[in-house]
């Protein structure tokens, strides 16, 4: 039997999508339990680091809004895949161990620099002996190929990860293969800790096959859809929908904005929204630049997500706000919003979204620590917002680090983290059918939570969770299980 609230939700689907947003808000319950909210209370004050670890982590989530498919992939997972030809599509991948030492070395050809086996190939001899296939290095430097791919040590920021971790992902990347098999791994992953919905970024033109032949962006989208609908990623629980990103700084980025227009709008089951990424203070990529193209587009497209990585630099300018004249209703970080009070004002009256990235803030030195933040103030003066995990892998973190870190830094309650998860759903690109459904799973799967923690001793339910805790919660917190 419908009740009041799926009757109306079910009449909003026709709306325009802002308007959508607003009323979903107002006619969808928010999931709380006020003896819940005060034993939390309690329990964050004098719980230990790794029993409120426990708590979070058990806790259900919703949807990770900013997330890098190849940034977000773990690790220890990805050399699982990469070194292993059954998993990988017959690929064989080199990485650097050794640079200097021949004729002729291209300094930008960094150590652990990672390349296909079609281009260690077509090296001289000499060079060629300065890699080694991943599946022949020693455990010390296998340890070593896997930490230079994340941040994980003092000193390390900006510039190691835009600039070197990148470049050393190289032809495992763009291997379509791995990419497919890193995808249901990183759902398997977030699944563990109760995310219920993905939206990652990705490019999908340029995937390569084992033999280095092209693969067309149709093909990559059809291979998608069939891994995707495989038993072992359907058994993660998690639904996941696809940004196209388009990199803001190159000399042919518009035309990169209109080829991901006509893509997402071929297809629509998996698509469904466009993303600009790249180094905002790369003064090439400023988002007026793209004004007329997003125009044009909206002549020729509708009902197409925008979100935009806005505000990621350290100075005050005016990205945030020509960002949102561009058509986003996402904005990416928002580092900059308290130095515009206007565009604040504004964002108060909930026309757009900002996606918050509290680990990736803090490990790229935007922030030298949260008293410098800007979450606090967005969430509790009524701006639309929630929290992601960005580049989870390259962090070496996940879902739960953001949400430890929103408790921990800012004394987070119960119900503003519940209002976290909900956000990201209502403001999520996913289709209306979709949406709804997450919300409604969302909701049940709390009310779960709350009967099964309707008591005042928590231990016992507590020393039952078996939570996953990697490399940051380890140095952060000192968590470890």
Not at 175 to 187: A, G, N, Y
Not at 268 to 289: C, F, Q, S, T, Y
Not at 405 to 427: H, I, K, M, P, Y
Request: proline share 5%.
């Amino acid at each position: 039997m419908n009740t009041p609230v799926d009757v109306e939700v079910t009449r909003l689907h026709s709306l325009p999508s802002l308007l959508l947003l607003t009323l979903l808000t107002l006619f969808t319950p928010t999931v709380s339990s006020a003896d819940l909210a005060v034993r939390f209370e309690r329990f964050k004050t004098n719980a230990s680091p790794a029993d409120l670890y426990r708590f979070l982590y058990a806790m259900p989530k919703a949807g990770d809004l900013h997330h890098h498919a190849g940034g977000s992939w773990r690790m220890e997972d990805l050399f699982a895949v990469a070194s292993d030809p059954k998993r990988n599509g017959g690929n064989r991948f080199y990485t650097r161990v050794r640079a200097g030492s021949c004729p002729g070395d291209d300094s930008a050809w960094r150590r652990f620099a990672t390349i296909a086996d079609f281009t260690w190939k077509s090296l001289p001899t000499c060079q060629q002996s300065e890699y080694e296939s991943l599946e022949s290095l020693s455990p010390s430097l296998r340890q070593e190929f896997i930490d230079s791919l994340r941040l994980d040590r003092p000193g390390e920021g900006r510039e190691e990860f835009f600039e070197q971790i990148w470049p050393r992902l190289g032809a495992m990347g763009r291997s379509i293969d791995v990419f497919l098999e890193m995808t249901v791994e990183t759902l398997k992953r977030y699944g563990a800790e109760g995310v219920r919905y993905l939206e990652p970024q990705t490019i999908p033109m340029g995937f390569l096959r084992a033999d280095g032949s092209m693969v067309d962006p149709e093909e990559f989208h059809s291979s998608l859809a069939r891994r995707l609908d495989q038993p072992d990623a359907r058994a993660t629980g998690v639904a996941v929908r696809w940004q196209v990103v388009v990199l803001r700084f190159t000399p042919v980025a518009e035309r990169h904005v209109e080829e991901a227009h006509d893509f997402v709008s071929r297809h629509r089951d998996l698509w469904v929204g466009i993303n600009m990424a790249g180094r905002e203070d790369n003064d090439k990529g400023h988002p007026r630049r793209f004004l007329e193209t997003y125009r044009r587009m909206r002549l020729r497209h509708s009902g197409i997500g925008l979100a935009i990585h806005a505000g990621e630099v350290d100075e005050p300018n005016a990205h945030m706000r020509d960002t949102l004249l561009l058509g986003a209703t996402r904005l990416g970080h928002g580092n900059n919003i308290l130095s515009d009070e206007d565009l604040l004002l504004q964002l108060r009256a909930k026309i757009a979204f900002v996606e918050i990235n509290l680990v990736s803030n803090l490990l790229l030195e935007y922030v030298s620590d949260y008293s410098q933040h800007h979450f606090a103030e967005l969430l509790r003066t009524g701006v639309p917002c929630g929290l992601s995990t960005d580049d989870s892998g390259m962090w070496d973190s996940n879902m739960t680090d953001e949400y430890m870190t929103a408790v921990r830094e800012f004394n987070l309650t119960w119900d503003e983290l519940v209002q976290c998860g909900r956000n990201s759903l209502v403001w999520s690109f996913a289709e209306p059918a979709l949406k709804e459904k997450l919300l409604a799973d969302y909701d049940r799967a709390l009310r779960d939570f709350i009967s099964r923690f309707d008591r005042d001793d928590w231990k016992p339910l507590l020393d039952s969770v078996q939570p996953v805790a990697y490399g940051f919660a380890r140095r952060r917190w000192n968590v470890s299980f």
